[in-house]
Nanobody, 125 residues
Framework: QLQAYGGGLVQAGGSLRLACAAS????????MAWFRQAPGKEREFVAA????????YHAQSVKGRFTISRDNAKNSVCLQMNSLTPEDTAVYYC????????????????????WGQGTLVTVSS
């Protein structure tokens, strides 16, 4: 089970740090990712991290502003979000995959089979 938290209301230009804690299963051997879904839009890929944490991949829309990281000792993954804009407003979901993904290519949500409940990020202008 995955539990995402850390969302909230922030002004444009501000920062938030999302975290996702895993329980009931060790996800250290699973690639993990963050997705987001804005109102009226499809869920989209944000960032992914390899099982070891050595490799990360970020969507072009967040590259240079967001950073994904993981701590396998704590069975958790984080998303540091800086320079937020109103376009970043969405429900953010953490996910894990039991597949041996190539994280920079396998970005579709269908590759991920474990999902958290989502945490809402609202960026005001």
């Amino acid at each position: 089970q995955l539990q995402a938290y850390g969302g909230g209301l922030v002004q444009a230009g501000g920062s938030l740090r999302l975290a996702c804690a895993a329980s009931g299963r060790t996800f250290s051997s699973y690639p993990m990712a963050w997705f987001r879904q804005a109102p009226g839009k499809e869920r989209e890929f944000v960032a992914a991290v390899s099982r070891s944490g050595d490799y990360t991949y970020h969507a072009q829309s967040v590259k240079g502003r967001f950073t994904i990281s993981r701590d396998n000792a704590k069975n958790s993954v984080c998303l540091q979000m800086n320079s937020l804009t109103p376009e970043d407003t969405a429900v953010y979901y953490c996910a894990a995959s039991s597949l041996a993904l190539r994280i920079q290519y396998n970005t579709a949500s269908g590759y991920y089979d474990y999902w958290g409940q989502g945490t809402l990020v609202t960026v005001s202008s």
